[in-house]
């Protein structure tokens, strides 16, 4: 058991030491989510009358419902991007195809490969749920068991769509078309900003096959109005679906991506 965590451990090891290096960077990134949840604070105070009708659902509040839109929507960019972020450096610095070589499985390495990432959004997602305790949002009714699970559910459906960027930068070597599609259309979908239901029809459609959405949806209910299995099984249920399709396949298209640059040569190019 132990000596599968090596690999996890090690980047996480390394990656903390790269990042808390440059400290003013660090520090920055920390305090940056204070000042964006100022600025919702009063974003919110213009907007709760006229968002109130379609907040009924979350609690009515517009404050709680944007900052725990964007505070978790940060565990989305990092699924999408930080897999591919970490391809980039090892076609950059020549080690994507040691590191590819291996003995260790290639799901392994490349989910390992973020996990510093998602401890220092964990961090960021504190920061903006803490300073939002401090300016009203009330916690007093939420069910974090249920919370925790729809968020481990989530951050694998993040990483199984990171799988498919990834293996667009693997082929193509510059550029993040794939990565980039994925968190915009996220973003606007979802329900970061503003409730799915003020979307068309179409759109809402669209944003129904978005891990991102369904996670927000158990986030928000199980966060603010301490719901559970009992009103929020069935939307598990289809983001836990969602996320049985998607990370075979994403692993499949790195697998496809992979070959295809070992055979014409371009593994380490970049």
Known sequence: MLSQLRV???????????????KLGFLFRVTSAMLNVAIYYFIARVFNTTAAPYLNAYGGSYFAFVIIGVAFSEY?????????DSVRDGQ????????LLSPTQL???LLSSSLWSYVFATL?????????????????????????????????SFNALGLFAASVIILMKRGDPLGWALRVSSMMLSGVYYP????????????????????LELLRRSLLLGEGFAQLGGELLLLAGL??????????????????ARVDGSLSHY
Do not use: K
């Open 8 to 22: 996890p451990w090690a980047f996480l090891v390394r990656d903390y030491r790269l990042d808390v290096s440059y």
């Open 76 to 84: 989305m960019s990092i699924g999408i991007s930080a897999i591919g």
């Open 92 to 99: 950059t610095t020549g080690t994507l195809e040691l590191l």
């Open 107 to 109: 799901l392994t390495t």
């Open 124 to 156: 960021r997602v504190f920061v903006y749920l803490i300073v939002g305790i401090f300016l009203g949002i009330d916690y007093g009714n939420a069910n974090i068991p249920f919370a925790l699970l729809a968020l481990i559910v989530s951050i694998i």
């Open 196 to 215: 799915i239901n003020v979307l068309p029809g179409w759109l809402r459609f669209v944003g129904q096959a978005l891990p991102l959405t369904h996670s």
């Open 243 to 260: 996320t049985a399709i998607l990370l075979p396949i994403g692993l499949l298209a790195c697998h496809i991506a992979i070959n295809i």
